[in-house]
T-cell receptor
Framework: SAVISQKPSRDICQRGTSLTIQCQVDSQVTMMFWYRQQPGQSLTLIATANQGSEATYESGFVIDKFPISRPNLTFSTLTVSNMSPEDSSIYLC????????????FGPGTRLTVT | GQQVMQIPQYQHVQEGEDFTTYCNSSTTLSNIQWYKQRPGGHPVFLIQLVKSGEVKKQKRLTFQFGEAKKNSSLHITATQTTDVGTYFCAGGFKTIFGAGTRLFVKA
């Protein structure tokens, strides 16, 4: 399975600022995703990061708030813009390891606290 | 929209007891996956089921996919303290995650 790293692992940010989270995979993958997980809660899909084109956002998430880049098949970034305390959460990137399976492998996550 | 519901929300067991979590979808699923998330960790893929009525085993874990492909279960036999964590089912085209079942095991 793919090995995924995320940076930073955690951060404390002031409201109104922005944070960019990086996700690096050790192999080329077709599908990359960004999730949000509130403590003790389930995972909510933010968007699918598409290589070479605009990300596909889920209902309730917009590009202006969560811009995503995916310049190649091994790397993606998620920016949380104009942060408020409600954005405090764990942000996870994940990949589908093969083209014919929905198995997802997750990065270690970025724990964001907005004060 | 498609929903994946999971019960129970929490389960406390004595070590050695069995444990089952259930997953139900509002629509037919092409596949379902199960993940385990240890406290403080990230979700880890356990297994994927794709066939109607499929049953798969991993040591003490038994996974089932319903005949109608709308429900699934994870059964752990003789729980151990290492089984502690939250178990999520996930399925559907957009991989909708259930709410998860948090398992507590008392030694």
């Amino acid at each position: 399975s793919a090995v995924i790293s995320q940076k930073p692992s955690r951060d404390i940010c002031q409201r109104g600022t922005s944070l960019t989270i990086q996700c690096q995979v050790d192999s080329q993958v077709t599908m990359m995703f960004w999730y949000r997980q509130q403590p003790g809660q389930s995972l909510t899909l933010i968007a699918t990061a598409n290589q070479g084109s605009e990300a596909t956002y889920e209902s309730g998430f917009v590009i202006d708030k969560f811009p995503i880049s995916r310049p190649n098949l091994t790397f993606s970034t998620l920016t949380v813009s104009n942060m408020s305390p409600e954005d405090s959460s764990i942000y996870l990137c994940s990949v589908e390891d093969t083209a014919f399976s929905y198995e997802q492998y997750f990065g270690p996550g970025t724990r964001l606290t907005v004060t | 929209g498609q929903q994946v519901m999971q019960i129970p929300q929490y389960q406390h067991v004595q070590e050695g007891e069995d444990f089952t979590t259930y997953c139900n979808s509002s629509t037919t699923l092409s596949n379902i996956q199960w993940y385990k998330q240890r406290p403080g960790g990230h979700p880890v893929f356990l297994i994927q089921l794709v066939k109607s009525g499929e049953v798969k085993k991993q040591k003490r874990l038994t996974f089932q996919f319903g005949e109608a492909k709308k429900n699934s279960s994870l059964h752990i036999t003789a729980t151990q303290t290492t089984d502690v964590g939250t178990y999520f089912c996930a399925g559907g085209f957009k991989t909708i995650f259930g709410a998860g079942t948090r398992l507590f095991v008392k030694a």
